[in-house]
């Protein structure tokens, strides 16, 4: 395979609604942002493109990324749409890649988006809930907010994860999104705010859930002679991994938790696992990512990571997925400080703050979740964090790691029915 480098990215604003620009005009805006600093790469160069979005319901268009495809000029070259649920836009990302990576592209565009504006949040609840079991969990009023709670009840139940290790993941992120200017909800929250906000699904609040959103957002990949070309600091994509599982939580049969470099059997040894408490599909993604980046301790190896936390309880629920803690050790990774930004005042007691930075963007809880958009955007803010550029697109250093070597996207379907994992290293 060729080496595959990430050359340039953009996003619009995420919002509850742009309704002044449909879904072309949003791909378009972060298309354009995107070129601005890849001057040297012209029209010509690029081979073709990949279009993510989640539901046709939203749009109420079929092909939609066909249509966006023609309004980039990119016609007639070749293109293709991908669907896989939350973990649409890391699944576009890691198909621009295969393009490349396999030669038959030299340059490939990878463009999300979701206009979810358009219909009321109840309607948008239930075109969501369309992506699980519609046999068997939709008819009886499956929704995925109630999924989730299941899940924390249980990992609350076999760990001690407490609400209030879950609702400093919302005062982490909401107030990292303060320095993010295309964050949807940026504000200052304590813990008693997130747990006294309106109760959605036992024990989620909406400080809890992330946003339904509009935007969209751009990677622009490339291989190593166009990347050399057109980019001064072109990030190397080294690692991608993806997984699966079973749609409904009740058919996932116990196993064996499959171990990454640093773990022992004997540190599961009496784990049911994965039970509905973890993601066996977000291990296998890293363990694939890891194995192929040459990674031996993620919380060594890696200098941060941009994760799914469509709520609160899955992003400690990934924690332990992708090895940054032993399973079940989630809830004191975040009562530590361990995932929070060194230098930022959180106003809570935070021992070890800094030490491995989560979701500095803000995340989908404060960014919002655009669903075709958000895994390209968490890889363009990945790009901008080991390309050193965080001030320059953000207009403030205060989300700019110090030296940061390699970076991890995480993107998640479902309630893990698919799951990608990417790791971008700094070349």
């Keep these: 395979m060729r080496p595959v480098y990430m050359i340039s990215g953009g996003i619009t604003k995420f919002a509850k609604a742009h309704p002044d620009k449909d879904f072309r005009l949003m791909v378009k805006e972060a ?4 070129l601005q600093d890849v001057p040297g790469l012209s029209k010509d160069m690029v081979d073709g493109g990949v279009g993510s979005y989640f539901s046709d319901h939203f749009t109420r268009q079929l092909k939609a990324a066909s249509m966006a495809h023609d309004y980039l000029g ?14 649409t836009g890391g699944l576009c990302f890691q198909s621009a ?3 490349i990576a396999s030669g038959r592209m030299h340059c490939c565009v990878a463009y999300g988006f979701e206009t979810m504006s358009r219909v009321n949040t109840w309607k948008g609840n239930e075109f969501i809930a369309l992506a699980s079991d519609t046999n068997f969990d939709f008819p009886v009023g499956g929704f995925y907010s109630g999924y989730y709670a299941m899940m924390v009840n249980r990992h609350m139940h076999e760990f001690g994860t407490t609400v209030e290790q879950m609702a400093m993941v919302s005062v982490k992120n909401h107030l990292n999104a303060l320095y993010n200017p295309y964050a949807q909800k940026a504000k200052r929250l304590t813990v008693k705010q997130v747990r006294e906000s309106p109760m959605v699904a ?4 909406m400080e809890d859930i992330c946003t339904m959103s509009d935007g969209a957002a751009v990677c622009i990949l490339a291989d190593e002679t166009i990347a050399e070309q057109v980019c001064d600091r072109p990030v190397h994509i080294t690692g991608i991994g993806s997984g699966s599982d079973a749609m409904r939580m009740a058919d996932r049969p116990h196993g064996k938790v499959p171990l990454l470099p640093h773990e022992q059997e004997s540190d599961y040894a009496r784990l049911k696992y994965p039970g509905v408490h973890s993601f066996r599909g977000g291990r296998m993604a890293a363990k694939l990512a890891y194995e192929m980046a040459g990674i031996r301790n993620p919380l060594e190896d890696l200098s941060f990571v941009e994760l799914h936390d469509a709520y609160t309880s899955s992003e400690i629920q990934t924690y332990e997925d992708l090895g940054l803690c032993k399973y079940g050790e989630g809830g004191s990774f975040i009562e530590k400080g361990i995932p929070f930004m ?4 959180y106003d809570l007691p935070l021992p070890d703050q800094g030490r491995f930075p989560v979701n500095p ?6 960014c919002g979740h655009p669903v075709g958009a958000t895994g390209l955007m968490q890889a363009v803010f990945a790009f901008w964090q080991l390309q050193g550029t965080i001030e320059k697109h953000l207009g403030s250093p205060a989300l700019q ?11 998640h379907a479902g309630t893990g029915t698919y799951i990608t994992v990417s790791i971008l290293e700094r070349t």
């Design 361 to 366: 963007s803000g995340g989908l809880l404060a």
């Design 74 to 87: 990119l016609c007639p070259k070749p293109s293709k749409r991908v669907e896989g649920g939350g973990a």
């Design 97 to 99: 890649w295969e393009a």
């Design 342 to 345: 060194p230098g930022i005042e």
């Design 31 to 34: 298309y354009d942002a995107a």
């Design 401 to 411: 790691l110090r030296d940061p070597r390699r970076g991890l996207i995480h993107s």
């Design 202 to 205: 036992t024990p989620l609040t």
